[in-house]
């Protein structure tokens, strides 16, 4: 006999294993989520935060710098400038975080970003010897200062840009203009006078440059402390504060927002934009979902820049807090990041002004808006939030007015190109194929917990059939032997019957009579 014990502990296990099976097959998409937030969140020494401190990504920068070539005729109101576009200058990326420091308290952590920069020689079309003339951005960065300066300091700042080359024009070779940099005579002047006495003279690198000193520095990046998603998964990777502060200098008015890069809030909704926190611009930059893709195999959603991403305050609201006080607004399809670049009048925006108002690539020639070269777009998982290919295009430009104090007095208000960057960036091999496993892991999942089930309900089943077939096994034993009784007695009784019986001894003995008469 089958113990009670032993068929109450199997079909206790069977239950289990069944209800386990079940709950996991019905919330399987709730316990993956849980599982990758667990995974996810930035926590000292797991392998994901090891991998976001020294990320192995597949980084290039290909720098493209507008030559201006008509720059003798710059005092000619009549003649719109022109420009030449030099490049690509390419350059691979390596990026670190130094002096990380994990805040438990509020869920944070603090880090320095350095990146180093080597040029690719073979993958670029220019040299970086290569000789290139740009509008005098210090001279024009001094005049726009000094407005509202009181007269005397005004006159004495004029007459010391007049004694120390104000040019219209610098020319230096692509290096300079890049990370390399190069002094002026007025930067070593400003350094010789006390912060407290000309604060608003303050300059803090010694060198000028579209790249300096952004090559192996944490100067240009500044401190930053972002969410690690340990009270709330929705704010990994989000800017917290930057340069020890929720408000950037420059911006007063607006919170800091968006992804350092790495991580989004997850999960990704369709049709819903994202936003990137741009140390480069001080602020904030959305990006407008625009679709899926494969990338590679895995589903990815995409998001692109669009013309409401870079409007003014008028054409979309949520931007018009990043201009205010003496702040002017432009037309739509450049931000004026002037506050992030010491006053200097510096705008942001796509490549060749594409997306922009007409009016900026019509002021003038050169410029050649292209939907597939000057578009930023950038593909994300939607499970995760995790980056699998950037195309970030920004392009930087000088704003010249005619005023009397400048050397750009006779000519007309126009917006000058600088440079601009197209930056690439790939999901690194190691996250891709953690990326390409989680839908293999649900289907896993989906198996493992039919799996249990049926080895469930199969425990739960087993004892009481085993017991449903013996006792059918003892009643067919019963019925069997019951019939082979009853027939070894009806034999008996037949044979007893015939032995006995008066028909057969008469039968015998007339017989025998028989036999007697025939021999006589």
């Known amino acids: ?50 991998l976001w401190q020294k990320p192995s ?123 390399n940099g190069f002094d002026t005579p007025l930067i070593k002047m400003s350094k010789m006078i006390p912060n407290n006495m000309m604060p608003d003279l303050y300059f803090p690198y010694e060198r000028i440059g579209y790249g300096y000193p952004r090559n192996g520095s944490t100067q240009i990046y500044g401190h930053h402390n972002v969410h690690t998603g340990q009270q709330d998964f929705s704010k990994v990777g989000q800017i917290a504060r930057w340069r020890y502060d929720n408000v950037s200098a420059g911006y007063p008015n607006c919170k800091l927002r968006g992804s350092t890069g790495e991580f989004h809030p997850t999960p990704l909704r369709q049709g819903e934009p994202i936003s990137y926190f741009l140390p480069d611009l001080c602020r904030e930059m959305q990006l407008d979902y625009a679709g899926t893709t ?8 995409v998001y692109k820049g669009t013309a409401r991403n870079l409007a003014n305050g008028t054409d979309n609201p949520e931007n018009s807090c990043y201009c205010t006080g003496n702040c002017r607004e432009v037309r739509s399809g450049l931000m004026n990041v002037s506050s992030c670049w010491y006053d200097v009048p510096v705008f942001a925006s796509s490549p060749h002004f594409y997306n922009a ?32 290919d950037i195309k970030a295009r920004l392009m930087i430009s000088l704003l010249v007015e ?23 960036l790939r999901i690194s091999s190691d996250l891709e194929f953690y990326l ?30 085993q017991i449903l077939l013996q006792r059918r096994y003892m009643r067919k034993i019963d019925i069997t032997n019951l019939e082979t009784r009853i027939q070894a007695a009806s034999m008996e009784v037949k044979t007893h019957a015939a ?22």
């Open 1 to 50: 006999m089958i113990g009670k014990n032993r068929i109450a502990f199997t079909s206790l296990v069977g239950l289990l294993l069944a209800s386990l099976g079940l709950i996991s097959v019905l919330n399987l998409e709730r316990i993956q989520r849980r599982a990758l937030e667990w995974f996810m969140v930035l926590k000292p020494n797991s392998m994901l935060s090891n």
């Open 294 to 301: 494969l990338f590679k195999g895995i589903e990815a959603y």
């Open 402 to 424: 005619p005023r009397r104090e400048s050397i750009f007095r006779k000519s007309r208000r126009n917006f000058f190109p600088l440079c601009w960057v197209d930056y690439r």
């Open 499 to 520: 032995e006995g019986s008066p028909l057969l001894v008469g039968l015998q003995f007339v017989a025998s009579s028989g036999d007697g008469d025939c021999a006589s």
């Open 57 to 179: 990504l597949d980084i290039t920068a290909s720098v493209y710098i507008f030559n201006w070539t008509n720059s003798e005729q710059f005092n000619n109101p009549n003649v719109k400038p022109r420009f030449e576009e030099l490049g690509p200058y390419c350059f691979t990326e390596t990026q670190e975080k130094l002096n990380v420091v994990w805040h438990p308290e509020n869920s944070t952590v603090s880090y320095l970003r350095r990146s180093h920069f080597y040029f690719d020689e073979a993958a670029s079309a220019g040299k970086l010897t290569d000789s290139i003339v740009a509008p005098n951005m210090l001279s024009v960065g001094i005049v726009n200062k000094i407005q509202n300066w009181n007269p005397m300091l005004r006159t004495l700042m004029l007459m010391a840009l007049n004694m120390n080359g104000n040019e219209a024009t610098f020319v230096r070779s692509a290096d300079d203009w890049l990370f």
């Open 436 to 465: 390409k496993l989680l839908p293999i892991s649900a289907l896993v999942g989906k198996v493992c917990g039919c799996i249990a089930v049926a080895l469930g309900l199969g425990l739960m089943l087993w004892y009481p059939r």
């Open 357 to 388: 108002d007409p009016y900026y690539a019509d002021a003038v020639e050169g410029m050649k808006p292209d939907k597939d070269r000057h578009e930023m777009s950038v593909m994300l998982e939607p499970s995760t939030g995790i980056l699998l």
